[in-house]
């Protein structure tokens, strides 16, 4: 295994400065299965008996439901599988082309803060965005990573900002263990976030990199991250994503 040194210290670093196991999965992971592998590695890290891990991995075609979603969200239902989760947020999409990043960390090894959490995630993914010249924006009273895109003006001369969704965060927290996490779009099926109103929030789009015109490649946006989350979180190292062939689904899809 490589580990990768940091420096300078990270701003949401472990205290004992041990690395964080970092996996990437081939092919498209079932929601059930992963899910699986997150609730099974995070009640080892509880007990001590497993490090932190970063695995990302992609999904096929899905939409899941955090614990705010609301049902008049789900615009079209019969559309994809639909999977309730325990995770923060709405109603959210999962597909190929989109890097879900499922965060598993000790915060009794960090800091017992769930706010300074997302904002370390939300730093970490605009850390990634800048190594393509994407400014990543965080608004208020709006969750996930957006950025201002400008074009111009349907009805007559002139410039329209508007933004858009890059990123999802949605993270849950068990004994202070975190799992969920962040979702990037690099190049997904767009159309397919038309079956919900993303996130609750139906005054703004989506876009992906690809979308603004970066003909960015998976293994670029993985080593942005890596390099991104070393220095707000701390060194990782290379290791086997978990096993999911041999783990019974946690969840079944929901009947919305």
Same mark, same amino acid.
Request: charge should be negative; aromatic fraction near 8%; glycine fraction near 10%.
């Given at each position: ?39 099974? &590695? ?11 891990? =970063? ?13 705010? /979603? ?8 019969? &559309? ?23 965060v598993m960390l000790d915060l009794n090894s960090r800091r017992r803060d769930v706010r300074a959490f997302v904002t370390a995630l939300e730093t970490w993914v605009i850390g990634a965005l800048e190594a393509f010249n994407v400014q990543g924006l965080i608004r208020p009273d709006r969750v996930g990573v957006w950025v201002e895109r400008k074009t111009p003006a349907a009805d007559g001369p002139g410039i329209v900002a508007r933004e858009d969704k ?19 779009? =690099? ?9 919900? =109103? ?27 991250? &890596?390099?991104?989350? &070393? ?7 290379? /290791? ?11 969840? /079944?899809?929901?009947?919305?």
């Open positions: 295994m490589i580990a990768y040194p940091l420096s300078p210290t990270p701003e949401f670093g472990r205290n004992d400065k041990e690395p964080v196991q970092w996996a990437i999965s081939s092919g498209h992971i079932g929601y059930t299965q992963a899910l699986a592998a997150m609730e099974d &590695r995070v009640a080892a890290i509880a007990a001590g008996e497993a490090p932190e891990l =970063v695995w990302l991995l992609e999904h096929p075609p899905l939409y899941t439901a955090g614990v705010s /979603a609301k049902a008049a969200d789900l615009l079209a239902p019969d &559309r994809l599988p639909v999977f309730t989760t325990g995770r923060g947020g709405q109603y959210t999409y999962h597909g190929p082309g989109q890097r879900v990043a499922y890059i990123a999802a965060i949605g993270v849950k927290i068990r004994r202070w263990v975190s799992f969920h996490g962040v979702s990037l779009n =690099v190049e997904p099926d767009l159309t397919h976030f038309d079956g919900i =109103v993303p996130c609750g929030i139906r005054e703004h789009g989506v876009t992906s990199l690809v979308d603004l015109g970066l003909p960015v490649g998976m293994d670029e946006v993985d080593e942005a991250l &890596r390099s991104s989350f &070393r220095k707000v979180f701390g060194a990782v190292q290379d /290791a086997d994503p978990p096993s999911t062939l041999t783990l019974k689904p946690a969840h /079944a899809p929901s009947e919305s």
